[in-house]
């Protein structure tokens, strides 16, 4: 299943500041999430990650600053999965049904199978998703998110809480999606999967973007010192 495209070639953000209650949550992001890249935003806990992909996503308003979506005037189809996966006390089929309820009602269920079979989840297609394990519940909302043919797809640390076979079954289907061509940003803090799946980087630290480049020239030299100590601290830890 490919994406539907309507020609946008690119997410800018111009001067972007979010503030709520007089605290500033992301400060001063100037950047460009062009097409066709598979970017990883990455950083500590606490610095911003979620935020940043609420806000491109469209679920926070910018206190200043601008969001465009190249030369088109609306945005591109989107959408998010969280690191928490949202499930509906509904069965794993009803769930991805529900999220097509804009689609003709005699084209939800074939979509909803497909999606289902796409992640390897067929067999559990009556059972309640609330039951589902929690790495069968994250693969039931990218299936769900791969159901709408999305231009772009946000994901917020998707795989956080997963065992290590859950976590590889995730990032499969993230890479088959990138390949499919639908376009990535994910956030995670986890540096070996920031390797395996980024083309680029984006270091964020205390709600500022510090770095945005290619993935091979981050590891070897990062462009600013926070993101050069965050590499070292996780290394030593590992």
Known sequence: ???????????????????????????????????????VVLGPNGAGKSLFLRLCHGLLKPSRGTLSWGWQQSCPTQTMVFQKPVMLRRTALQNIMYALKSCPQNERAVRAQQALKWAGLEDLSQRMAMVLSYGQQQRLAVARAWALKPEILFLDEPTASLDPAACDDVEAHVKAMHSSGIQIVMSTHNLAQARRL?????????????????????FKQPSC???YQFIKREVAIA
Request: aromatic share 4%; net charge negative.
């Open 1 to 39: 299943m490919t994406p539907v495209s309507h020609g946008f070639d690119g997410l800018q953000l111009t001067d972007v500041d979010v503030t709520l209650d007089g605290v500033a949550l992301l400060k001063d992001i100037n950047l460009t999430l062009k097409k066709g890249r598979l970017s």
């Open 198 to 218: 980024a083309q680029e980087i984006i270091y964020i630290e205390d709600g500022q973007v510090l770095a945005q480049q290619p993935v091979q020239e981050f």
């Open 225 to 227: 010192e926070q993101a």
